[in-house]
């Protein structure tokens, strides 16, 4: 059964208080703190990222696997992932608004499409916007899709009816998450949808990468 909880969070810093207070104790800021509703599952038992039931086991113990990186046609970008990227990871680009960021990853991600399904999750442009820009970029693979959407459940639903290999969010800032209050790119909503990209990484061993503003 859901549970709803209220609390009041700092815009700023992003930290938590039962009550509204005036001035940060953790940040000093002024008038920061917005109350917001969290609506949580109450679970009985320990569940991982993947969703299954998790216990403690000796490292030794631990099944080893053979990590397949793809490697794009950016040297740099390969070396910065170590390599390439790895399936099941969540990768932060972030930077100031300006600076690049989209255009990278779209590069990236016409680059990934030749390999694998990928699908590019926008919040702040639309599609005609986005094919406009890839196309100066290069060939645009059929498996290349473009979602203009910030609805959370409805990226998820498209993820799992996709089922895409690489999953860009172009940015977390426009992303929200209806499972708690609080506007788009408030700490608590970029806290949520981060957590929920996690999972959803880990759930579908998908490579997901999320551009995220430095303001």
């Known amino acids: 059964m859901a549970k709803k909880k209220a609390t009041f969070v700092c815009q700023n810093c ?3 208080s039962p009550k509204y207070l005036g001035r940060c104790p953790n940040c000093g800021s002024w008038s920061s703190f917005v109350e917001e509703v969290v609506v949580a599952e109450v679970k009985n038992a320990r569940v991982s990222l993947t969703g299954e039931k998790t216990k403690p086991m000796k490292l030794a113990e631990v099944t080893s696997i053979n990590v397949n990186r793809t490697k794009t046609e950016m040297e ?9 990227v790895v399936p099941g990871s969540l990768v932060l680009i972030g930077g100031d608004p300006g600076i690049g960021k989209s255009t990278l990853l779209l590069q990236v991600s016409t680059q990934l499409s030749q390999v694998g399904t990928v699908l590019y999750v926008s919040g702040e442009e639309s599609a005609q916007q986005i094919k406009l820009r890839a196309e100066r970029l290069g060939d645009i693979d059929s498996e290349f899709y ?11 639903a498209e993820v799992e009816r996709i089922q895409p290999d690489f999953l860009i969010i172009d940015s977390i800032q426009t992303i929200m998450s209806p ?9 608590s909503q970029v806290r949520e949808v981060t957590a929920e990209l996690m999972q959803l990484a880990k759930t579908n061993n998908i490579a997901i990468f999320i551009v995220g503003h430095v303001t």
Not at 76 to 84: A, S, Y
Not at 146 to 156: F, P
């Open 76 to 84: 740099e970008f390969n070396r910065v992932l170590g390599g390439g």
């Open 179 to 187: 499972e708690i209050s609080g506007v788009q790119g408030s700490v």
């Open 146 to 156: 473009l979602y203009a959407e910030t609805n959370m459940q409805s990226v998820r």
């Open 14 to 16: 992003g930290y938590n």
